[in-house]
């Protein structure tokens, strides 16, 4: 099945400060979504990018699919930005499972 | 999109019992999943849950163990039967729209301790 590694595993920077999370995906995808989870456990959507770039705010996100990869932008950030963040794909539109990678666990101090 | 609500928020359990987590959708969608998160980890699929057919479970999860039902398009519940300290764990249930683009969108979870 498709594989999805997500760097760096581990992230802690100065609020204020600008942040990239990379997600590098091993097959081609019809679905690719960014996710936030916070402290509490809720997993909130940020992105539903299967090709070029969206932004939202502070964050960004591109995704190039001929080259498998996904780019999350964080800028100026805040506390209240910490968790873990996801990317998820999917292979097939529809009835197909979205798979995971292990997440980039965020962590901004004040 | 979907609002999606979850309950229990979480629960502590004592061995060997039963829990049945419940999910309830704003809108009528044909596909939820149920996903369990352990400790640290990332998120797995338990199953795929249709209205009016059997849930299709991943490699590793028995329908014995965690058994599903979906009796309408907005309603499902997962029970996590003969509960072991193993299996704590946050529980998550998500639905995808029936629509291009195919978003899934999540609950707020059950968060789970097994003594």
């Known amino acids: 099945g498709i594989q999805v590694e997500q760097s760096p595993p581990d992230l802690i920077l100065q609020e204020g400060a600008n942040s990239t999370l990379r997600c590098n995906f091993s097959?081609?995808?019809?679905?690719l979504q960014w996710f936030h989870q916070n402290p509490w456990g809720q997993l909130i959507n940020l992105f539903y990018?299967?090709?070029g770039t969206k932004q939202n705010g502070r964050l960004s996100a591109t995704t190039v699919a001929t080259e498998r990869y996904s780019l999350l932008y964080i800028s100026s950030s805040q506390t209240t930005d910490s968790g873990v963040y996801f990317c998820a794909v999917q292979t097939q539109g529809g009835s197909e499972k979205l798979v995971f990678g292990k997440g980039t666990k965020l962590t901004v101090n004040p | 999109s979907a609002v999606i609500s979850q309950k229990p928020s979480r629960d502590i359990c004592q061995r060997g019992t039963s829990l049945t987590i419940q999910c309830q959708v704003d809108s009528q969608v044909t596909m939820m999943f149920w996903y369990r998160q352990q400790p640290g980890q990332s998120l797995t699929l338990i199953a795929t849950a249709n209205q009016g057919s059997e849930a299709t479970y991943e490699s590793g999860f028995v329908i014995d163990k965690f058994p599903i039902s979906r009796p309408n398009l907005t309603f499902s519940t997962l029970t996590v039967s003969n509960m072991s300290p193993e299996d704590s764990s946050i529980y998550l249930c998500?639905?995808?729209?029936?629509?291009?683009?195919?978003?899934?969108?999540f609950g707020a979870g059950t968060r789970l301790s097994v003594l």
């Open positions: 990018i299967p090709s």
């Open positions: 998500s639905v995808e729209t029936d629509r291009a683009p195919y978003i899934q969108y």
């Open positions: 097959d081609s995808v019809n679905n």
